[in-house]
Nanobody, 113 residues
């Protein structure tokens, strides 16, 4: 079993930056693809970015060029660097392990205009 704990969310002004971290417990982290999802109030949960075991990445069109996903297998940690944040990025961000699937508890990101 894998437990995921996110941190790094908060309140930031538009144009600002945040870095989310997700620490995973369990021995299978280095073998699992990971992803960040987000859910804004009243909207469906959506994929933000994903990263494979080897470091290949994919991104939602809405955040391309602004967000970067990365991982440090030695630290069992995946990151989401978010730059040039916009009010529409406001959501709860979730870390997800994809093999098998486990979800973190989420961290709130609020971007003020």
């Amino acid at each position: 079993q894998v437990q995921l704990v996110e941190s790094g969310g908060g309140l930031v002004q538009a144009g600002g930056s945040l870095r989310l971290s997700c620490v995973a417990s369990g021995n299978s982290f280095s073998f699992a693809a990971m992803a960040w999802y987000r859910q804004a109030s009243g909207k469906q949960r959506e994929l933000v970015a994903g990263i494979t075991q080897s470091g290949s990445t994919n991104y939602a069109d809405s955040i391309k060029g602004r967000f970067t996903i990365s991982r440090d297998n030695a630290k069992n940690t995946v990151y989401l660097q978010m730059n040039n944040l916009k009010p529409e990025d406001t959501a709860v961000y979730y870390c997800v392990s994809l093999g098998p699937v486990y979800w973190g508890q989420g961290t709130q990101v609020t971007v003020s205009s």
